[in-house]
């Protein structure tokens, strides 16, 4: 394996140097890309929200609101229908998904249906018109009596469709604000996810997303006193309305609409040449502007009103015709209000309106603190993974080391050319796969080295390492790579950001560790040509450190489930501490403007808001993070309502750094896919040890990994930790990590039942343990190094979710020596293989007999 043929050569250091080329950009500012030749890249990393600010909105639409225009609209239908036809009538209304109308006359009842038949009739659906759908039933129940019923396929239809129209409405709307690089997407059936990085002002988005739009011009009545209207009936064919002022003033709105936002080409903020007030310019089209200058025309006098989702924004008198096609809209304007009611015209009106159910917004100066933390951490986790494999391994660590390098410029080059976005638990990712990259390494160092203690050469023991040490790097990868790609498809935001930075490092790290370094190695060897393993400047374990681990197996074992028991009390008497992901509410991370943060100050203020349970708690620099419970009533707008009155009592003294919102549709979702996630990820890993190895091996490896999985959940029950979906995917973490760790020591027994098929399998297992013992020590080691940096100086926003995964290898490690390996003994791993005790202690007799003569 360490011979290179010239094309072989030539492709690998084409990989390094393009990874190279590629991931440079990241290292050089604007300006300098600026003046770079084109045909170089210059593309560079995307920055999640969490590093570079910005906000993360997922919208739903009204699905009932959808329901009620359908409905609505049937009714006109039915009823414009029936007039012409000159069918008599009566009792139209509708219940439920049902509109009914009774025909008087028994012998029009027939003209009704062929005058309603197309009510019932299929309309296209899918692209180029292949599809149909049937939006509505017609049924008799008793003679005279017709019922049309929305179909479910026809309510999914119309939901799809106004999905299809939201997004469009709420790309124009987000592209209108002049922010850079939106992502304006489709989520499942009836959602939209918005995320905007770099954006200074989330409240103004939120505003822009969360109106309608709908406008209209309608006429004023005032044929009676507005307060009569409001105290007794208004008059038929009209609704009182309210303006936005303080406090708001009543209007009679004539139902009937004179022009609606439809006819609207353009819409600006200008300033009113009389009073300089902003004010907003808008012109119709053609049919909208004749349709408003004979309405103008025939009320000249009269007051109308421009009406905004069912709010009056102005109502002027018409002093005369307005036969341009266009006018302006004056009210109690702001220059910033102005501008957001022109990019709402021209953006267009929502088809239904849309819910915000999840916001995490990160302010400018949290996200730069981050990326500055992480990037320190990360360096720092890196030179202390080099220096690690020098001190240990010597002349080889160097090469290793040279590998890793490259393995993280590959990791950056592969992110920036998919486009990736990195974010914070990204950057944790690339530290930790870094620490991860060593043990592939190790495990080839560690072969090599007993290769080369049974008296093999040094060449033949390198190449017989890493040719023997191929299985066990590409297994236990391989089944951290299942835990990496079902953390992607279940997690969410900056969680997918880490699985997807992992799943690459995994990747690259097979490919430098048995490419790369494998072509160093080969290159020392050709031109130095030595003849010993390279000593490293520390002393190590040795090869066999003939430790009894099985000893203490029953002793392990008893510890392990009297922990267990604990934590299974512990569950039920006290409940975890479920963070707003999970059982929803909001999080909001303040910073006091003038240094100082008085959190009982902040407590009284917002529980003088009458909001529910408020938790306030100091750390950092003069911050202080809120927690609110979720809203037992209003759903997901009244968590919305909120942060707004947070917002309020705050704004004036406390800089708003970070804020999450989880309403309690997503909360549910959430808690049900990361439970899916942790038993999907296990399933998963059982399945592809059970087939690369036997069916105890896969059990063995599950029950150490549930093992794994019950004391991490022990650790946020018993010290009390907030249960989010970063501890999901730390959990997650954990898994593959034990799971890695498993397969390895696994890998080994597997090759001593094969090599030693007599030996008691204790005794085997425990020979296997050993001779695995320096590789787990040193893995463990180096991953441990790169988390406790991170944990120490990554940055607030990922220290729970280090400090959790720092505990979880230390539990994985302890798993991997005394779970895994005696779970096979339980499990009767080759029943011939086991004897008594008297059978062994013939053995043994035979031994010193054989041994005597």
């Known amino acids: 394996m360490l011979h290179f043929s010239r094309w072989k050569t030539i492709s690998i250091w084409l990989v390094v140097f393009l990874a190279v080329i590629v991931s440079a950009p990241n290292l050089l500012p604007q300006s300098t890309l600026a003046s770079l030749p084109n045909w170089l890249p210059k593309q560079q990393l995307t920055l999640g929200l969490d590093l570079q600010g910005g906000s993360h909105i997922l919208l739903q639409i009204d699905r009932n609101d959808l329901i009620s225009d359908r409905l609505e609209g049937t009714r006109d239908d039915i009823r414009t229908a029936l007039r012409d036809a000159r069918v008599f009538y009566t009792g139209l209304s509708s219940t439920g998904h049902n509109v009914q109308v009774r025909i008087r006359d028994a012998e029009q009842i027939d003209a009704a249906k062929a005058a309603l038949a197309s009510l019932t009739q299929p309309v296209s659906s899918g692209m180029f018109g292949t599809g149909s759908v049937v939006e509505l039933t017609m049924a008799e129940p008793e003679p005279g009596l017709l019922r049309f019923t929305l179909t479910d396929e026809g309510i999914n239809y119309r939901v799809g469709t106004a999905v299809n129209q939201s997004v469009e409405v709420v790309n124009r709307r987000v592209n209108e604000l002049g922010t850079t690089e939106p992502i304006i997407q489709r989520q499942g059936n009836d959602r939209i996810l918005v995320q905007v990085p770099g954006l200074d002002d989330p409240q103004r988005l939120k505003d822009i997303l969360g109106q ?196 993280l410029v590959m990791m950056i080059a592969i992110l920036t050319t998919l486009g990736a976005t990195l974010t914070l638990p990204g950057i944790a990712g690339i530290a930790l796969t870094l620490g991860m990259a060593v043990d592939s390494n190790v495990i080839i160092f560690e072969r090599v080295r007993e290769e080369r203690a049974q008296g093999r050469s040094l060449i033949q023991s390198l190449d017989s390492g890493f040719r023997r040490a191929l299985a066990a790097v590409v297994d236990a990868n391989l089944t951290t790579l299942i835990a990496a790609v079902i953390l992607f498809y279940m997690g969410t935001g900056p969680i997918r950001g880490f699985a997807v930075t992992l799943a690459i490092g995994i990747v690259t790290t097979v490919f430098t560790a048995f490419t790369l370094t494998r072509w160093l190695i080969a290159a020392w060897l050709k031109r130095s040509r030595p003849t010993e393993f390279p000593s490293g400047l520390v002393h190590y ?32 008497v006290a409940p975890m501490n479920l963070g707003i992901d999970f059982r929803g509410g909001s999080m909001i991370e303040v910073q006091a403007k003038d240094g100082t943060a008085d959190a009982g100050d902040v407590r009284a203020r917002l529980n003088a808001l009458d909001i529910g349970e408020v938790q306030v ?9 809120i927690r609110v419970e979720g809203q037992a009533e209003g759903g997901d707008t009244a968590e919305q309502s909120v942060v707004d009155k947070v917002h309020g009592a705050l704004d004036a003294d406390y800089e708003f750094r970070r804020v999450e919102v989880v309403g309690p549709t997503v909360s549910s979702e959430l808690a049900w896919s990361g439970t899916i996630g942790v038993i999907a990820s296990m399933i998963a890993m059982l399945l592809y040890i059970w087939v690369r190895f036997e069916w105890q091996f896969g059990v063995g490896a599950i029950v150490s990994t549930l093992h794994d999985v019950i004391f991490m959940v022990g650790l946020y029950v018993v010290f009390g930790f907030e249960f989010n979906l970063a501890s999901i995917a730390a959990i997650l973490t954990v898994v593959g990590y034990s799971i890695n760790d498993t397969v390895v020591i696994y890998d080994r027994v597997r090759e001593n039942l094969r090599r030693y098929k007599k030996m008691p399998v204790v005794d085997l297992i425990n020979m ?86």
Do not use: C
């Open 617 to 625: 708690q100091e750390f950092g620099n003069a911050e202080l993070m």
């Open 768 to 853: 296997s343990l050993s001779q695995t013992l320096s590789r787990t020590f040193m893995t463990g080691l180096t991953t441990l190094f790169a988390l406790t940096v991170l944990y120490l100086w990554g940055g607030e926003v990922i220290s729970d979710f280090m400090f959790a995964i720092l505990i979880g290898v230390l539990v994985g490690t302890y798993s991997s020596l005394f779970i895994a390996g005696p779970m096979l003994i339980l499990f009767k791993l080759r029943p011939e293989m086991f004897g008594s005790e008297e059978d062994d202690k013939a053995v043994a007799k035979a031994k010193t007999a054989g041994a005597k003569a």
């Open 541 to 572: 374990l040795p090869l066999d450190p003939k430790v009894n681990l099985m000893r203490w197996r029953n002793l392990a074992f008893a510890f392990s489930a009297a922990v267990s028991l604990f934590i299974a009390v512990m569950f039920f």
């Open 212 to 407: 309608t739009a709908k406008l209209t011009f309608q006429m004023v009545d005032q044929s009676m006193p507005v307060e009569e209207a409001i105290q007794g009936r208004p008059p038929s064919g009209t609704t009182v309305m309210y303006s936005n002022d303080e406090p708001p003033v009543p209007y009679i709105i004539e139902n009937r609409v004179i022009v609606s936002g439809e006819n609207l080409v353009d819409a600006q903020a200008t300033f009113d040449q009389r009073t300089s007030e902003p004010v907003v310019s808008f012109r119709f089209d053609n049919q909208g502007a004749t349709r408003f200058g004979q309405a103008t025309q025939q009320n000249v006098g009269r007051l109308f009103a421009i009406i905004l989702d069912n709010h009056v924004i102005s109502a002027p008198r018409i002093n005369e015709p307005i036969l341009g096609g266009s006018g302006q809209i004056s009210g109690s304007f702001t220059v910033q209000s102005a501008n957001d009611l022109a990019v709402l015209l021209r953006a267009g009106a929502l088809p239904a309106d849309l819910t915000i159910i999840e916001e995490r917004t990160v302010g400018p100066s949290l996200g730069q603190d981050s990326i500055e933390a992480g990037t320190f951490a990360t360096g720092i986790a890196a030179v202390l993974v080099f220096a690690f494999m020098v001190l240990a391994y010597g002349k080889l660590g160097v090469l290793a080391s040279i590998g890793l390098a490259a393995n």
